[in-house]
């Protein structure tokens, strides 16, 4: 009788990359669903009929509350580019300060100690970048290496804890820490009557969250692998247009679709390089871009609540976060849930391009 095939060992990385600690931070003034009921109809003159669809999509969105730098009744105010950058500026450094240095102090470690500060937006430009005012604020070596990342989306703090992993490998016993700053109300556009734009009203809201790895053994997840993938005639499915008054939206909404029609193979492939499947992976920590695209996902995966709660919960309290989304959904998996030790987890993330980033754990 033939003998059983053995699979092969999965080889083990070079080098150490353990996420070492996270925190997450948001601004003060919430937007409840109601709120954003309330003030839709005020502030977009749509027809009768297209506002009941719009309040039909915001009780379905699965979204309870957002938080926001500014009260509801200053957001949705016309603004100057000029005013804009300003409040991006001053809020961007002030959540990303408060999250940097929870992060350390969770991870016990001092400023000195960091050797690449990561940091990523979308929602606004700053220059310097964020990083610079976080070396004088906070303390770091001035000889840290900075690595601002501005153009991925939604998928920049999964490429960020991607780019971590791969400084770690390069640089045993280094450490990182990785800071994204979101603040989509300031993409709000009064004026434009785009389903994007409409769409985007429901689903984003304002907060900041950080990671610290290290190459040295922590008490959270090591990470195994790391992938990015483009795809292939996807380049106006998701972005930023900057006109005049800001940041205007571009949102297809073929972008469910889009990861449905790929999403399985890419997972398929992406984890047989660790001798992997579906069924091996215990946590699944994905980025909530919404519930249509979280069903998808879980559709084409074959995922239960028990692998996306997390997610789920992050999209109800906090909207889509843009990249700091993903981060806040490992932070709820670390501080909230339990995984197996040696249990496995997929962190993936999809942004402009159109992009899918996909990050291999293991946790101890």
């Known amino acids: 009788m033939r003998p059983a095939a053995v699979k092969p060992p999965r080889p083990e990385p070079k080098a150490g990359a353990f996420v070492a600690a996270t925190a997450t931070a948001v601004p003060e003034h919430v937007v409840t669903r109601e709120q954003v009921k309330e003030y839709f109809g005020e502030v977009f003159p749509v027809t009768a009929s297209r506002l009941d669809a719009m309040m039909e999509i915001v009780d379905h969105s699965e979204i309870r509350r957002r938080f926001c730098i500014l009260p509801i009744e200053e957001l949705v105010q016309p603004r100057s580019l000029e005013k804009l950058s300003g409040e991006y500026r001053q809020h961007a450094i002030r959540l990303g300060r408060q999250v940097a240095s929870e992060a350390l102090a969770r991870a016990a470690m001092a400023p000195r100690e960091i050797d690449l500060i990561v940091t990523v937006s979308c929602t606004g430009v700053m220059i310097p970048s964020l990083d610079a005012h976080l070396v004088n604020d906070l303390g770091f070596r001035s000889n840290v290496r900075r690595l601002p990342i501005t153009e991925l989306g939604c998928a920049a703090g999964a490429s960020a804890v991607a780019k971590a992993w791969e400084f770690l490998r390069a640089f045993p016993g280094k450490n990182v820490l990785v800071v994204a700053v979101e603040l989509p109300s300031l993409t709000f556009q009064r004026g434009n009557l785009s389903q994007a734009n409409l769409i985007s009203t429901i689903l984003f809201g304002d907060g900041a969250a950080a990671a610290v790895l290290s190459g040295r053994a922590a008490a959270g997840p090591r990470i195994l692998d790391a992938e990015s993938y483009l795809f292939p005639d996807s380049i106006g499915a998701m972005g930023f247009d900057l006109k005049d008054t800001g940041f205007h939206i571009v949102?297809?909404?073929?972008?469910?679709?889009?990861?449905?029609?790929?999403?399985?193979?890419?997972?398929?492939?992406?984890?047989?390089?660790?001798?992997?499947?579906?069924?091996?992976?215990?946590?699944?920590?994905?980025?909530?871009?919404?519930?249509?695209?979280?069903?998808?996902?879980?559709?084409?995966?074959?995922?239960?609540?028990?692998?996306?709660?997390?997610?789920?919960?992050?999209?109800?309290?906090?909207?889509?976060?843009?990249?700091?989304?993903?981060?806040?959904?490992?932070?709820?998996?670390?501080?909230?849930?339990?995984?197996?030790?040696?249990?496995?987890?997929?962190?993936?993330?999809?942004?402009?391009?159109?992009?899918?980033?996909?990050?291999?754990?293991?946790?101890?």
């Open 251 to 364: 949102l297809s909404q073929d972008v469910p679709e889009l990861i449905r029609g790929r999403i399985r193979e890419l997972v398929r492939c992406f984890l047989s390089r660790s001798s992997l499947d579906f069924g091996g992976v215990e946590a699944f920590v994905l980025h909530p871009g919404g519930r249509k695209l979280l069903r998808a996902i879980e559709t084409e995966l074959g995922l239960s609540n028990g692998h996306t709660g997390p997610s789920w919960d992050v999209l109800r309290e906090y909207g889509n976060l843009s990249s700091a989304s993903v981060l806040f959904v490992l932070h709820e998996w670390l501080t909230n849930r339990r995984v197996s030790s040696g249990g496995y987890g997929l962190l993936a993330a999809f942004g402009p391009g159109f992009t899918a980033e996909q990050v291999l754990l293991q946790w101890a």
